[in-house]
């Protein structure tokens, strides 16, 4: 999420001569570049035989296979004992007849997103929006801010309009004293408003029914009234009501984000108006096809594995051996990527239509194994906002490492509050920056004058090794820190870690070590061919 130093990512390797061994000038997922220079040194790494390019190959697609088919094994064994609240009847005209809905998130985007009322509401939004674009080009976004306003105002019930005009006129208000404190103060109340109490929070949804329903929406909303807010003290006179209010409920990101700054969707917005070119409907329509296709693979999915289910059912979940725990945790990790590449994806096709390009989806948990890429590229807008708002304001890496820790750890917890506010969210960011800080002083070492010229000893494939095992171990780490968050309740998280480190002692830590170690493996060989920023960024959408 924090980086120390900015620094260009191009596919061009302007070669320095540290060592023999391909140190060269060139941005990579490497964690041994060097945070105490402005330098771009990183360790492009050589290439490994083909024979063993191949193992890590076979190894991993054996292990991702059998993950998915014991997870399998143990839904089918355990479906007696789990709850039918938990349990719906499926779709699917094969399989056992009953699908994972145990997932509080997925359920919901379903919903919220996926019914025929909401693709009525898109295709009128996107007729309507083209017909404004060809005919009166100059009022398209005043088109787009009374459809928004309108389609949520019929969505939501009259108190809960009331709550919410409140809420953005203070908000609004607040951006007009041009003063960064009162801001963030306000946007911390308002969001303290849903996640400080519980029995406030249930206060608030007896007395504004349905308010539940738009909570999402409103916790997104605040990070959009900051980030107005803090813009508008920079130019208190550039921007009024009418960019405040089509910002915050633009209509695609309104109910599930992605999160983006002001500043950058102001860029987006107020692009010329124009008929969309064939390229452009092409990108859309592919990008539609591939999210059509990450939703049918999630449902079907979910018809047949039921690790969510497993989480709702501790009395059965903690008797589990910690070889069946590690596969359940693995299916986690892809699952939640999955999800958000919708959840993400699927507002950013409707926006490509105005235009509007928004953060890319995150990337797939098993292609970083870095704390720092992590962060900058798994929600992408938030790494923006706290990055913009946060880390740079406070000093960031201007003034020494131990100033950007103290940034970066001020970062992580305001993201805690804003996440959800408890216990676990606090665990999850406070041992995710504790691995940054880890990571960047490993690098430090990695680039002292022994470590290099230990370097220049080794041959390329050997120091490629070396480097996997401090990747492996780091990528093992990432994944059981995240695993805090993606768990749910701290309690499961304990029972992943007693399994995984004291049940399963010795040979379930060596497993999982290698299991990330061939990963890493096959991760450089992408970015060694691909390049970095082609696949972090996406480029091959």
Known sequence: MLRVSKHTEDGNNKSTDLTKNNIVDDDSMNPLRNPNTNGKKTFKHAALPKWELMLCFAMMVGFLGYMKYRTGVISKEHLSRMKLSYLSKGWLPFGIGKIDAADFEWLFFKKKILNMSVVYEILIYVIGGRLAEAFFPKFRNHFILVFSIGVLTMRMTTRVISLFAAHTTVAYLASRTGVPFIVWLTGALQILSVVADAAFYRWQESLFPGFAL????????????????????????????????????YYPLWTFGPVMTFDKFQLEINKESRLLS??????????????????????ITLHFLYFNAFHRHRAVFRKLPPGDLAVLAGCHMLFFQNKYVLMYGVPGVVALFDRVNVPEPPLCPMGVYSFREMWRHFDRGLHDMLMRYIYIPLGGSRYGLKWASFSSFVAFAAMSVWHGNSARHYAWAFFNWIGIQVELHVMGLAWSPKAVEYQRKLSGPMLRRLSGVVAATNQLLLSLFSMIFIAGPLPIFFIYFNGFFIQGFPWMPVILFFFFYFNVQLDYEVHRRFTFERVYNKKYI
């Open 214 to 249: 738009e909570m999402i929406g409103f916790t997104f909303g605040v990070m959009r009234f900051i980030s107005f807010g803090l813009e508008c003290c920079n130019n208190p006179k550039k921007y009024g009501l009418f960019e405040f209010l089509l910002y915050n409920f």
């Open 278 to 299: 064939k390229q452009e409907l092409w990108h859309i329509f592919k990008q539609s096809l591939r999210h059509i296709f990450w939703f049918f693979y999630i449902e």
